[in-house]
């Protein structure tokens, strides 16, 4: 497998959010992009939007990658990588138009398609119901794995999107994830998985401080269904469905609270009673309120009491920190091919 081509290409997505990012950033603004930051006094507007700087920065990464790794790897990079754009774009309508919940969803599911299109195309290239467990290997799934697979990239894409709350939890788990997954591609000799995954962290590295409390651009669902669906894409692509769900496992947790508080899929917008109170000065506290949802961030500050953003989005980083220690103990336990 060749290393240089993933850590080159991590200094390139790296150096163009670094330059872009600034730019992109007036230009939302400019352009009316933005949103008020609900969890500060006075919720100060903050430009919206955000994945643009990172499709930016992995898609011109991805693409000199593509020319330069061995023509499998490549493949599955650019199928994987197509993925994730579908979602992308579904995310970028959302920001500019806002999609309903259900609608949103749905349209994520279309991310599946260049997988799918692939699959039946070169069978060879992408092996369908093939996942790999530890200890037991790879197994060989039919009926249950197609009907599955639809929801396969866009589970992903929503359950990231779903853990957008705060300033720096999406790029500060996702730092942790995609630093998980080039690891775990490493292990498993998955060069595509190392690949993008390191294209990946190096535009996520870049663009941190500008999400990071107090953030100066919010992701928007562009950024979060675009990291999401990189997730679930690479975990069909090469075989990495049970990493992919013990990463996802926070994500997945805050999801099923979500879905089940709100007795399905619900935009934050039409939420009366929010689960999270914020203090005159800062302080975010758990609402009392039984009627309120139940969310991740609401169990977090009942468990821990009243915090700063900085300490929860901490929280959510060091649970992903252990997450990311089970997927890579998993991924040593898998036997190779």
């Known amino acids: 497998m060749n290393i240089l081509v993933p850590v080159v290409g991590l200094f390139i997505s790296f150096l163009l959010v670094r330059l872009t990012a ?30 643009v700087i990172l499709f930016l920065g992995v898609s011109v990464a991805v693409a000199l990658a593509a020319l330069a790794a061995e023509p499998t790897a490549s493949a599955r990079v650019l199928v994987a990588f197509a993925s994730a754009a579908i979602c992308f774009a579904v995310g970028l309508v959302d920001d500019i138009k806002i999609l309903r919940g259900p609608v949103k969803t749905l349209l994520s599911i279309l991310g599946i398609l260049p997988i799918l ?43 990231v999107n779903m853990l957008d709350v705060m300033n720096g939890v999406v790029p500060g788990t996702s730092i942790v994830i995609f630093s998980a997954l080039a690891l775990i591609g490493a292990i498993l000799n998955r060069e595509a998985t190392l690949t993008l ?5 190096g535009a996520l590295l870049a663009y941190y401080r500008y999400n990071a409390y107090p953030a100066r651009v919010f992701n928007g669902d562009s950024g979060s269904l675009f990291l999401g669906a990189l997730i679930g894409a690479l975990a069909v692509v090469d075989h990495l469905e049970f990493v992919a769900l013990t990463l996802l496992l926070p994500h997945i947790l805050n999801g099923f609270f979500i879905l089940v508080s709100f007795r399905g899929f619900r935009e934050h917008r039409e939420v009366r009673k929010r689960p999270i109170l914020v203090d005159s000065d800062g302080t975010l506290r758990a609402n009392s309120d039984p009627e309120a949802p139940l969310s991740l961030t609401r169990l977090i500050l009942a468990v821990g ?10 929280a959510y980083v060091a649970i992903e920190i252990f997450a990311a220690a089970l997927a890579v103990l998993s991924a040593l336990l898998t036997p190779t091919r």
Request: proline fraction near 10%; avoid cysteine; aromatic fraction near 4%.
């Open 22 to 51: 600034e730019p992109l950033i007036s230009y939302l603004r400019a352009r009316g992009l933005v949103r008020p930051d609900a969890h500060k006094p006075g919720s100060p507007e903050v430009a919206h939007s955000g994945g």
């Open 117 to 159: 299109v692939v699959g039946v195309t070169s069978p060879g290239l992408i092996e369908w119901g093939r996942p790999e467990l530890p200890l037991i290997g790879r197994l060989r799934l039919t009926i249950i794995y197609w009907a599955l697979m639809p929801i396969s990239v866009a589970g992903a894409a929503n359950v």
């Open 197 to 201: 995954s390191l294209i990946t962290l």
């Open 305 to 314: 009491g009243p915090s700063s953003e900085r300490e929860v989005a901490k």
